[in-house]
């Protein structure tokens, strides 16, 4: 059953081309070459792609990835015998797709950082943390590189590492610094860099151009605007057969678009969808294996427990595994229990499938606590829905339409090789 676009009013718009920043060749290259270089990272052997991989979809194709401490890449990534991980990351690592576009004014699971209505960002880390970068995008660059777990390194193995458990990020001998001088370093970086007017000397490079160049790059490499779904909106080829059934379900049949609105199926908001937890959950950094109660974390407001980003759905097909925690390892059976999300943690706890490297810890403390799981299920507030085989298939026949080769291929796709001489991850 084909959906004419005119048909049905639900269909949002196609992508707005003007969101998407201007385009600097140079400026993209660089960022190519520090995506892909381990040298941001404080023992010099991660890169933002260690995570961020076009082979699993710009994320790591884990559950919940291993960072410093980890050797290998996606799911063959395993934890270093001689430098054990202090735990696996929080959360599922997001894909990339289209974060350079106006459109995304939140970013990370809990929408920590925003862009706010005058502009300005905010962050967790304080208003001395956000100026200087082009984009929201680029501020959420700045994480990562702090985190211990994901690619500063343990207190005591780099200067980094050391500066960041004393809190020193900013100014003199502080992390970014630290990061900025050791890229200010490799002449091909310094060179690079001088394409910003504001940049005469190697020393003028700051973290904050850094991030930028990586932000533009994202933008540029991950653009994904032409989809089979995107030619339907454009009226170019139109959905048919299981693809179109899937969408007349996803956009009034289903209600799915309630959340996943707009051209790329996100409404940018917040919600307790029953997702389940496993591993450490988003907690204090002296806190273990606790409950990740996601937006509350955020707003302080107990309406938003167990709440978390409405996902963009574009190449979701290609994204898993799915949910917060990456708890899911089907899409079909996520799809199941996100139409049914009071029942999907008890559901889970009875027979758990999740991809994870081995560790010695307890990943399900959460998940089989049945108290746990009560008040996970007791925050959703969507009505459940019955999913029929068929229309789960038609479902993911839809979702599969929302793949773009280009953009999951890559434009510049991964560099030779890069300034700093380091290894690049590579499948």
Known sequence: MAVSLHADPHLPPSVDPAGYPAENAAEIRLGQLLFYDPILSGNRNISCATCH???????DGLALGLGEGGRGLGPARRADPANLPEQRIPRNSPALFNLGHTEFTVLFHDGRIETRAD???????GEDMTQGFASLLSAQTMFPVLSPDEMAGHYGENEISKAVRTGRMTGAGGAWDLISKRVATIPAYADAFRLYPHIDAPEDIAFTDISNAIA???????RSDTSPFDAHLRGEAPLTGQAADGMALFYSGLGCAACHSGPFQTDHGFHAMGTPQIGPGKAARFETHARDEGRLRVTGDPADAYAFRTPSLRNVTRTGPWGHAGAHDDLGAFLVDHLDPAGAPA???AAPQVRLPPLDVDDHRIAEDPSET??????????SRTLTEADRDALLAFLTALEDQAALKGRLGIPDTV??????DRP
């Open 419 to 424: 300034p700093s001489g380091l290894s690049i």
């Open 119 to 125: 502009g300005t960002l905010r962050t967790p880390l």
């Open 53 to 59: 991989h076009p082979a699993f979809g710009t994320s």
């Open 347 to 349: 559901r889970f706890a």
């Open 216 to 222: 533009a790059f994202i933008a540029f490499e991950w």
């Open 374 to 383: 009560a008040a996970i299920a007791a925050a959703v507030t969507t009505p």
